[in-house]
């Protein structure tokens, strides 16, 4: 896997700053189990498919703590204007 590059960790912060962290981990954890999905549909590939599950679990679990760390550092929480 290679490295993020500059131009990559711009469009991160830029992310970032235009919307929450959790709302990113949110949407981390929705492609990954799309991304389940379709390697479980497309691929029959059985243990793929419940390691992507696994990583939107994973994902899912982080959105609390960083809507509360969002809260800290100045980001409105989801549904706020």
Known sequence: MSPISGNDVQTLEQMIDRV??????????????????HVQTN???RDLARVWNRVGRRFDK??????????????????QS
Do not use: C, M, S
């Open 20 to 37: 929450d962290l959790a709302e990113l981990a949110d949407t981390i954890a929705r492609i990954a189990y799309e991304k389940a999905e």
């Open 43 to 45: 691929w029959q590939d």
């Open 62 to 79: 982080l959105v609390p703590a960083l809507e509360l760390v969002d809260e800290t550092i100045g980001f409105r929480k989801r549904g």
